[in-house]
Every structure is written in C-alpha cells, then in structure tokens.
C-alpha cells in the first residue's frame, strides 16, 4: 500500500501487524531487530507517516531504525529530512520577507525611516536566507555520499 501512495489506509494495517509482531511470543525484544518483517514494517510506517505530514512519528520511527539498525544508511537519511523540511520552510518566509520588504521600499519616494527599517529587515533576512542555502547544500552533499 506505501507503494501505491494509500498512506492513510496503510497506517492501521501497519499498526496492527507490527502489534502482532511485538506481541508475538517467539520474539524477545532482543531477537525482534533479528526480524526483516519487522524492520520493513517500522521503515514503511516511518514512509506514511512522513508523507501524511505526521513529522513527530516518522522521526520516532526512523530513530528507532536507526538505534536497531546500525549499518544501514538509508534510515540517516531520511531522518536528515526533518532538518532539511524544516530549513526549507524558514528559507521560502525569508524569501517572504526580502521581497515584501523591497516593495514596501519602493512605495517610500524619500529617505525616512521607515525605508531605512524596511531595508534593513530586507538585508538581515537576505543574508539569513543565504546561510540556510548554504547550510541545505552542505547537508544535501554529505547525505549525497
């Protein structure tokens, strides 16, 4: 169902499966990471809910495949994409605001203060908005490798 985007119908099947797994009296906690079902079904919930906006379960989800599954490097990555989704919403308001400001700018014929405001905001948030580009680069290239 992950791969056919019917995220919201996958949760519950999701849920109840890896209830059946963890209840399940063959598998200890210690021998359950042992269990490639259980990895998959963790990882997909993980995929649902990320997709379904629900950021706070995804997390909990991937960090928990993360403590399981050391060796793995897919998981890593899609926890780095809280940090960029994040970033990425402060950049595109900064964006907002530079470019409100420079037309609020325009309206002002003379030097006043409110013009010297409007260009200050527009300054701060253009280099703000320079660092987070940077700071989304560095990070997309070192998930890249």
Do not use: H
Not at 105 to 111: A, D, P
């Amino acid at each position: 169902m992950t791969k056919t985007n019917c995220f919201k119908k996958a949760i519950p099947i999701i849920n109840n499966a890896l209830e059946l797994i963890i209840n399940d009296k063959k598998y200890s906690p210690d021998t359950l990471q042992n269990n490639a079902f259980y990895e998959s079904l963790l990882f997909n919930r993980g995929v649902c809910n990320f997709n379904l906006y629900k950021y706070d379960l995804a997390k909990s989800d991937f960090e928990l495949l993360i403590k399981l599954y050391l060796d793995n490097s897919v998981y890593p990555n899609w926890n780095n994409e809280f940090k960029v989704k994040k970033l990425y919403r402060i950049r595109n308001i900064l964006w907002y605001v530079v470019t409100g400001s420079c037309l609020i700018e325009m309206l002002f014929e003379r030097q006043t203060l409110g013009k010297n405001t409007f260009l200050g905001v527009g300054l701060i948030s253009l280099i703000a908005a320079g660092v987070i580009e940077l700071i989304l680069y560095f990070l997309k290239r070192k998930y890249r490798k």
